[in-house]
């Protein structure tokens, strides 16, 4: 088995460089306020917030358990990556999930929730961010998102899993396409350009993938409804630019990287192992593309981009707690990300940097 880690890096090193900034650089790597966004680093409190949980419970059943009742592990967040930390009222019957098509064995019902949102809540490539928050469309049975998949026996966990990447992989379709036009905006040269086009595409196939095997597990035919894209924004400067494409790109899409080779290593079904193949290379080549396209941005940017990076770089990733759900158990993606932090991402900022590790925030993420 190869090392996806070293293999990683080695690919990453050489697009980063250490490079000499074309504009005054003075060096200083103290002070990090500068206004990028408005993603709030300075503090390790999980946002909440209050939203729509789905619940599996018994198809007979006529009215749903009391909400004390209620396994809070057991229930579904609209927002992906979410922990659930309370549910906050009755629940409604209903024949659907946001997530999961009426054919899965069991009714369901509809729970008013508050879920806590870590800062980096997608494992699953490169997010949406709007608004410091990632967004997904919602689930809908929908033809036209479902590549073909070899028929599998319903299972209700595996559709959930595989619908939210499938959401996942097409919110990164959008995702791209803004960088795309970011990069133009920015006047970045056209291999950039280019290679953020090829992205989208390949996110519209991983989103197939995804959608074909959730609807296999579901017995149903799965996909994206409407995707709310009307307040989408484009960064305000190329120092904005780079600190979203270190945070989504860099960071992100580099440890959902490793994810996905660590999922595809442990897949014991030809087809999964297959998509993760699939899906675990592309991200690669993405994660590629951000650090190639952080290093352009701090070449033609110099003193405002180093200082977004800097910032950008400072905040560790937040690790998955025990009763997160996902394609790998919480203890094997928490490792994951520890080793693709601490091997992965901070060597390839330290080159891309020339080297000043003590603003890295430390080698490991925050538990
Ligand atoms: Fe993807
Ligand atoms: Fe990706």
Redesign the pocket.
Known sequence: MTDSYRSLLFLLLPLVGCPTPEKSDTGETGDTDTDTTDTDTDTDVAETLSETGCYAVDPSLTECPAPADVVLDQVIPATCGATVLTVDGAGELSTGCAYIGGAVPGGWCLYPITVSVPEDPCDY??PLVVDGRPRLAPLVRARGWTAPAAPAQADAAQAATWARIGLAEHA?VASFSRFALDLLAQGAPADLVADAHA?AL??VRHAKLAFGIASAFANDTLGPGPLTLGDLSLSADLAALAFATAREGCVA?TLSALQMAEARDRATDPAIRAALTLIAR??AR?AALAWRTVRWALLAGGAPVRAALIQAFATPPTLPGDDASGLLPPPVARAAILRGWAEVVVPAATALLGGVPAVLGGDRPAA
């Open positions: 490539g490169r990164s992205a390949d996110e899409e592309d991200e993405h």
